[in-house]
């Protein structure tokens, strides 16, 4: 049977970190991912504004590979809000200012991603789908994948669920929420004009039913995006609403062409653990003794999260450690958390954490906040604002 120290399974920003993490501690790392292509939402689903890495006030909140994927993602320019003068240092913004962040190319993105992966070593696994685990004394012991080859197993050290939908945790037992509000349609798609190439969002965040946007149709639906024969419709809803958007756009400029759709569902919450701590909105600005990380919020500026190490496991079952949209908050700072840096710094948290153990409920939480720090990370405010 296939070994391997540690299994990353989803491809998405959260896995990439993940499976970077724990490959730079010189751990044999797998890393399984249905598409063939790394990103997820953040390539595939279209959705390429990497938000911001800082409070709004001038001090970056992100760090580590959450700072070195943005980089990675403008290698060769950015399509929209470069990140200039933030490249260049920080510590004098102010609120006028724009904050650190930036639209990348999707495409580009994810081929960089991948050599980046395989460079450190993660052996990338496309079109597998992981669909099931066995499980001895608390802890997964293999992994069932289907591709191309049929069913394989893998035997696992330890495993972090960046699906995005909680699926490892779901197979093996830790308890799960889903999110009760659901998802609305989003339907982001690319088009070219004679101005170049535009991403046309539609659909946005977390609105309430009359807040819509005219351009959504069936919006009064809502979307779990756990059910195989929902995500189907709501993909075909997509798909029609995007194009009968463009076609009123090319009704006012008959140059514009579709050039991309999304190749994933684009849903935002779907199920996430219940970690051994949930970490609500109000905790704003409050020290975690067992930081792994700081996160700020996309939608206002001036809070800044710290987020234990309690929000990414359940010890219901020992080796197995979450990231990405996967991790314990509570609903309102799940649209927060979600997020693509948000999924960086949890995803690099996860992987170093798998690389060191089997068992999370026992990990010495110090030394794994040294390597975090020794590898760039900033654990609490106080070590940014003075
Ligand atoms: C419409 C929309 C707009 C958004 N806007 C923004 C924005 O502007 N900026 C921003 O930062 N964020 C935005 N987000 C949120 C953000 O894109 C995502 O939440 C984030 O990218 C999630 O990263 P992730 O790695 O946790 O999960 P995902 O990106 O979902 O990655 C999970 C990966 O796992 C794979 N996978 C899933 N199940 C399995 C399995 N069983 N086996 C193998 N592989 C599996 C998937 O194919 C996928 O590649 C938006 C989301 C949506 C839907």
């Known amino acids: 049977m296939n070994k391997y120290d540690v299994a990353v399974c989803g491809g998405g920003f959260a896995g990439i970190s993940a499976a970077l993490a724990a490959a730079r501690e010189g751990k044999k790392v797998i890393l399984f991912e249905k598409e063939y292509m790394l990103g997820g939402l953040g390539t595939a689903g279209l959705v390429t504004i990497y938000l911001p890495l800082c409070d709004g006030y001038g001090h970056q909140v ?23 003068n933030w490249l260049d240092g920080i510590g004098t913004k102010t609120e006028k200012d724009k904050r650190y962040l930036v639209r990348y190319n999707a495409q580009v993105f ?31 012991t293999s992994l069932h994948v289907y591709n191309k080859s ?13 699906t995005g939908d909680c699926d490892i945790a779901k ?30 969002m539609l659909g946005a965040s977390d609105i309430s039913d009359n807040e819509r946007e005219d351009a959504i149709e069936f919006i009064d639906r809502r979307f779990t995006g756990l059910d195989g024969q929902e995500i189907s419709e709501m993909v075909c809803l997509s798909h029609k609403t995007t194009l009968n958007n463009w076609l009123k756009k090319r009704e006012e400029n008959k140059d514009t062409v579709i050039s991309t759709i999304a190749t994933i569902p684009q849903v935002r919450m779907t199920r996430k653990i219940v970690g051994e701590y949930e970490l609500s909105d109000v905790e704003m600005h409050k020290y975690f003794e067992d930081s792994v990380g700081m996160v700020s919020n996309w939608k206002e500026r001036g809070p800044i999260y ?6 990414l496991y359940n010890k219901a079952v020992k080796n197995l450690i979450v990231a990405g ?5 509570n609903e309102t700072l799940w649209d927060v958390m979600r997020v693509i840096p948000c999924c960086a710094v949890t995803g690099q948290a996860a992987g170093t954490a798998a690389a060191m153990t089997d068992d999370f409920s026992a990990l010495d939480v ?21």
């Open 62 to 84: 992100s760090f580590g590979i959450a700072e070195e994927l943005l980089k990675l993602s403008v290698t060769y320019g950015a399509e929209d809000m470069y990140p200039e």
């Open 150 to 162: 049929g069913k394989s197993t893998y035997s696992v050290g330890s495993v972090v669920d960046a």
């Open 366 to 386: 110090a030394s794994l906040q040294k390597k975090l720090v020794e590898a760039g990370v900033v654990l609490h405010e106080k070590d940014i604002i003075k």
């Open 306 to 311: 710290e987020v234990p190490f309690g929000t």
């Open 325 to 329: 949209r996967c991790t314990s908050v």
């Open 171 to 200: 197979f093996s037992g830790v308890p799960t929420e889903t999110f009760k509000q659901g998802n609305i349609l989003a339907a982001w798609y690319y088009y070219v004009n004679e101005k170049g190439m535009n991403l046309r």
């Open 110 to 140: 994810a081929i960089l991603a991948e050599q980046l992966l395989l460079e450190n070593g993660v052996e990338i696994l496309y079109g597998s789908y992981v669909v099931d685990v066995d499980t001895a004394d608390g802890k997964i």
